[in-house]
Nanobody, 122 residues
Framework: QVQLVESGGGLVQAGGSLRLSCAAS????????MGWFRQAPGKEREFVAA????????TYADSVKGRFTISRDNAKNTVYLQMTSLRPEDTAAYYC???????????????WGQGTQVTVSS
């Protein structure tokens, strides 16, 4: 079992930055790939970024590539999402999730946090 708790969301102006954190509990955190997803009102949940557990390989949605960076600290059981050059269209609830395989598909993730809201004003 893995429990996930996100933090770090908030209100920021366009062009600003935020860092989201996801604290995990559970002994096997280090063996899970971790992902970030987001969901805006009236829209489907969409993939943002994922990082593997073994070598830290990361992948990103095209919409955030070059602006967002995912990282993890297995010793602290924490995964981060550094977001820069934020845009109003990045406004959404952001969720972290844990998966036994490296995946960009929400349906393959086993555990989910409750989400943290990010609002970017223009």
């Amino acid at each position: 079992q893995v429990q996930l708790v996100e933090s770090g969301g908030g209100l920021v102006q366009a062009g600003g930055s935020l860092r989201l954190s996801c604290a995990a509990s559970g002994r096997s955190f280090g063996r899970y790939a971790m992902g970030w997803f987001r969901q805006a009102p009236g829209k489907e949940r969409e993939f943002v970024a994922a990082i593997s557990w073994l070598d830290g390989m990361a992948t990103y949605a095209d919409s955030v590539k070059g602006r967002f960076t995912i990282s993890r600290d297995n010793a602290k059981n924490t995964v981060y999402l550094q977001m820069t050059s934020l845009r109003p269209e990045d406004t959404a609830a952001y969720y972290c999730a844990a998966c036994k395989v490296f995946s960009t598909t929400a349906g393959e993730y086993d555990y989910w946090g409750q989400g943290t809201q990010v609002t970017v004003s223009s």
